[in-house]
């Protein structure tokens, strides 16, 4: 009797441990997927206000307005992604862009129009966004996933990013 009690008590606690454990990773798998929805939904949000910014290609003082506000929710978007990767890649680079934008702003307002120097650094701004989105792509989303739009926190081979970002300093 004893010793049926014991091994039901071994049982019980078996079967206690294994539930505690699946709750545990039950509620680690439901974090991860939140995560990734959070990160994949501030990917999109990027990327179409991106994409919102290449379809503006004229420089004019509204062009820039507008830039400036993608420019924001861009900046937002990429906080959430860096903070969520453990990266810090794309706020930089938001940032880096609302100085050109704001310069060139600036500028304008300065001297009543664009001058040759500001329509090559608009355009200079331009060519990073056009080539970073690819990019962003490459590095943010798990290949070959299901309808490509599986993000990924944990990234690597962001080297052209950090490039990209160099260069816009520069400016």
């Given at each position: 009797m004893k010793k049926s009690y014991m091994i039901f008590m071994a049982l019980i606690l078996v079967i206690i441990t294994v539930l505690i454990i699946s709750?545990?990773?039950?509620?680690?798998?439901?974090?991860?997927?939140?995560?990734?929805?959070v990160v994949g939904n501030s990917l999109f949000k990027l990327l179409d206000n991106y994409d919102a910014?290449?379809?503006?290609?004229?420089?004019?003082?509204?062009?820039?307005?507008?830039?400036?506000?993608?420019?924001?929710?861009i900046e937002v978007s990429s906080g959430v992604i860096d903070l969520a990767v453990g990266q810090e890649l794309l706020n930089p680079i938001a940032n880096n862009l609302l100085k050109i934008m704001?310069?060139?702003?600036?500028?304008?307002?300065?001297?009543?129009?664009f001058t040759e120097q500001d329509k090559e650094k608009y355009q200079k701004a331009i060519t990073e966004i056009d080539t970073m989105i690819p990019l962003i792509y490459k590095v943010y989303y798990v290949p070959n996933s299901k309808e490509g739009?599986?993000?990924?926190?944990?990234?690597?081979?962001?080297?052209?990013?950090?490039?990209?970002?160099?260069?816009?300093i520069e400016d």
């Open positions: 709750s545990y990773k039950t509620e680690g798998e439901e974090a991860k997927v939140t995560l990734e929805s910014i290449l379809s503006t290609k004229e420089l004019s003082i509204d062009s820039i307005k507008e830039i400036d506000k993608n420019l924001t929710s704001n310069d060139l702003e600036n500028r304008y307002y300065k001297n009543k129009q739009a599986e993000p990924k926190l944990q990234i690597e081979n962001f080297d052209e990013l950090k490039t990209i970002n160099n260069r816009l």
